[in-house]
């Protein structure tokens, strides 16, 4: 069927419709609105010119070219007439070659005789010229009659080339006017496209904005910009213009990308400033901070949302853009920052010197070996993991031979340097995982995990070959060394430390300078111990204790309990150790080790029912009154209880139960023990902690001397402490370099301790911000601060406390906080350098010095530590650092018979 009915239409096809509106629409879309008015200057352009051209105003540039071919042909051709009158050919001849020579335009030229013979011709006349006779000239082909006199002599002919020859492929095969009338067309374009471009964006479009509306947007206080498609802008409020130090009127029109922003963001796609993003995402973006550099050579800190902006028929047509300036926040935030990384270096650096402090307070000064807490710890987790694994496990004692001789003969200071210089062929003859340990005065004790009792035995004869052939600057020394291993049945680190220690009592039996090894001197220590010479036999005839396999006491166990005893008071838990140091130097000669040990446990955890007294009596700083002072005494019962508890081991328990009674009775405590009734070592633990409480301060009396201790400690012999343990603790602390160990020294180690570990906590609360947790923290430091005489650190404490209750700034807290850590991170650098003083360096001192008696604390010269200065008034450095020089060697006589002597 053939009707326009049957005719498939547009939409039965599936080709879009639209309507010519809608053609119009879609074209003006697509063409930017400057190249539509280009367009239009163009078309105007071009219809004057038109009219020009009809009228005859134009030049005719190929009229102008015949013309001035014709009078060159004209001219040619009088030259030539003056030459045919003389009939001089020759010189026609030359005259012609010259215009072909010197015209790109001639292509030949010629003379023909009036017969129409060619007489001359230059180039290629004869092929080239096709004008027949007769015929008038072309604009390519001309002829001019040549005259001699008024005689027809012939004409000139000039070939010229085309102009399509001349210009080669640059000619078009178009009319002039029209090759000229495409040029001018093109050019106005370019001419008017650009100039229109840069016109336009001098354009004010805020000025189709009402007033009102403008002066609404200057009022907002956040800098606003309305940005076109290509980011030009055409509104910009007042807020924006200040903040970057411009004027409104030179912001119109200007890319938003191209101000002076400091970020390198510039791209496409999703990268780029916030605007872009918005008019490539069509997507919100929020709270971009760029830096901008301001006339004044500024930088401001902005944050920027930006959005995109449609037409009412969805078009996008730009993106408006928001700018809060955050130039001092953000300065806030990086003075805060700054602050926060010098905080989290200084913690780092405390951090540091708390693993250096862990490492001091684990080894002995001296000798640079563990003391014997750190090494009853890593022994008992050696013994456990031997215990698991059903692995090998060995221990070494390790005695200087006549060691009290060197003291006698050659002082202190060269006895130090003999410790020293051995300790060091210890800790270089063992292996790195290996335990080397001082375990008391001249003496040393050597775990080898993973090492058979054989491969023990050899380690130990070559340790004792190393020290018999060292040169102690001119001294000759021996060593006697006993060996043992946990495969000789001992059921616990102490009980195979206690076989060591026993073939070490048979090694200075026999001679000394030898080793002996547990499975091989059984006879010898039963014939010790029926004799009653072996150290195993202690002299307390009244322990009634007979069980010699009591469940083992697990070091950890004993080092969390006095952890939590010195988080709650420090002061306390310093007295329990320095305690325990001086029951262990006083109980030599008197029981074995394993006993030692023990008494040493004890002496560790004798004050640890503390725990269970109130703040308000425990930490006041006055003098108690007389209920407190019995709330106060009750914590040995809460001590005892502990232990029997954790522990159930009974001689530990008997011993924390009768410490406190006297030895010569006392009516006050009914049914209490009394002399020899009462254990060896609960008699040592009570003339020790009496003598270490006289000698430190407390917050309800003043510390004594150490000879008012002794003298005190006398008049009370008999009565209240055991005589003979009273002079042996004498002996202990009198022998001893008074340099070495004061109460000074102890509490300047213990305030650098406390000081570091109460930082790291006060730094972690900070960072979380926990107030609470600063306030608390800053005062608990204030306290420690005055109970260890660091008045400029309670001080900052004190402030800190304060701002942490006030509600402060962050960044108020934090710069307080560094002041804080400043000050206590002087106090950690100025022990650690100190304490790295090698105790050789005495050797050097002028003889006056080394007799000279000990420099009271007040006396003492102030220190002067990196950083701010510190009033620490306990700030005083040990030497040796071990708290006791043993002068006796081990002697087992029974009334006390000095074998080395």
Sequence with gaps: MSGDGDRPTDVDRGAPHHSDDQKRILLVKIISATTRITLGLVSLTMSVWLVAYALGMLPDRRQAEIDGRAALCENVAWNCSLLASRNDTQAIELALEGLVRRNKAVQSAGVRRPDGTVLLAIGPHVNSWTLPPGKQSTPSQMRVPIFAGTADWGSIEVRFRDSAEQAGFAAWRLPPVANLGLFFAGASYLLYFFYLQKMLKQLDPSRVIPRRVRQTLDTLAEGLLVLDKNERILLANQAFAQSIGAAVEDLMGRKASDLPWESDVRGEGTEGFPWQRALHDDALQMDDLLTIVDRNQQRRTLKVSAMAVYSDDGERRGAMASFDDVTEIEKNREQLREMLETLSQSRDEIHRHNLELERIAAHDPLTDCLNRRAFFTQLETHWNLALRQNGPLACIMFDLDHFKLVNDTHGHQAGDMVLEMAAGLLRSGVRSGDLVCRYGGEEFCICLPDTELEEAFVVAEQLRQSVEKQDFNGLSVTASVGVSARSLQGASPQEMIDQADKCLYVAKREGRNRVIRFDLAADSIAQFEQQGEAPAQVRDEDSTSTDDHEPAIPFHAVTALLSALAYRDLSTADHSRRVAELCVATARRLMSASESHTLEIAALLHDIGKIGVPDSILLKPGKLTDEEWEVMNSHERIGAEIMQSTFACLKLTEILRTYRSWYGGNDAQPGAPAGEDISMSARILAVAD??????????????????????????CAGRQFDPEVVERLIDAVGGRDPRKSSPAI????????????????????????????????????????????????????????????????????????????????????????????????????????????????????????????????????????????????????????????
């Excluded at 003043?702 to 000879?707: G, L, Q, T």
């Excluded at 604390?857 to 102030?862: L, V």
């Design 690 to 715: 009496a003598y270490d409480a006289m000698t430190h301060q407390a917050a309800y009396r003043e510390a004594i001397s150490r000879e008012q201790a002794f003298a005190e400690l006398r008049s």
């Design 746 to 901: 102890e509490a300047s180690k213990s305030a650098a301790v406390s000081f570091a570990a109460q930082i790291e906590r006060l730094s972690a609360a900070l960072e979380n911000q926990d107030r609470s947790g600063i306030a608390v923290l800053a005062n608990r430091l204030n306290r420690t601060a005055v109970k260890f005489g660091s008045p400029q650190i309670a001080a900052a404490a004190a402030h800190l406390e304060a701002a942490a209750g006030e509600d402060q700034q962050l960044q108020d807290l934090v710069l307080r906080t560094n002041e804080l850590v400043d000050l206590c991170r002087s106090a950690q650098r100025a022990w650690l350098n100190e304490a790295a003083t090698p105790a050789s360096q005495l050797l050097a001192l002028p003889q006056e010095k080394k007799n000279a008696p000990p420099q009271d604390e007040k006396d003492a010269p102030p220190l002067e530590p990196d950083g701010p200065p510190l009033e620490m008034k306990t700030m005083v450095v040990p030497v040796s650092g071990f708290p006791f020089t043993f002068d006796d060697d081990r002697s087992p006589g029974e009334q006390g018979e000095d074998v080395d002597g």
